[in-house]
Nanobody
Framework: QVQLVESGGGLVQPGGSLRLSCAAS????????MAWYRQAVGKPRVLVAS???????DYAEPVKGRFTISRDNAKNTVYLQMNDLKPEDTAVYYC????????????????WGKGTLVTVSS
């Protein structure tokens, strides 16, 4: 099994910054893709940013130029640096990891964190 623990959410004023972290632990054989999703109240969960094992990144249009995803493979951790935050960025942010475990090293499985709330308000 793989456990994901997110941190870094909170209340911030418009124009401010936050940095989210997500650390993976457990019986990890390897980690492939890592990503951040978000879900606002009354809306579906959507992809915010993703990063491949090789470091290739992709961003949703609303966050391009403001958010940066990165990863530290030695720490099994993915980050989301969020700058110039807007009220519409308010949501619960979820970490998603595609990983292989030591028990099933040939299978990719999706794992989710419990989410961290980001509130952008004055």
């Amino acid at each position: 099994q793989v456990q994901l623990v997110e941190s870094g959410g909170g209340l911030v004023q418009p124009g401010g910054s936050l940095r989210l972290s997500c650390a993976a632990s457990g019986s990890i054989f390897s980690i492939n893709g890592m990503a951040w999703y978000r879900q606002a109240v009354g809306k579906p969960r959507v992809l915010v940013a993703s990063i491949s094992s090789g470091g290739n990144t992709d961003y949703a249009e609303p966050v391009k130029g403001r958010f940066t995803i990165s990863r530290d493979n030695a720490k099994n951790t993915v980050y989301l640096q969020m700058n110039d935050l807007k009220p519409e960025d308010t949501a619960v942010y979820y970490c998603n990891v595609e990983a292989q475990t030591t028990m099933f090293p040939d299978y990719d499985m999706d794992y989710w964190g419990k989410g961290t709330l980001v509130t952008v308000s004055s």
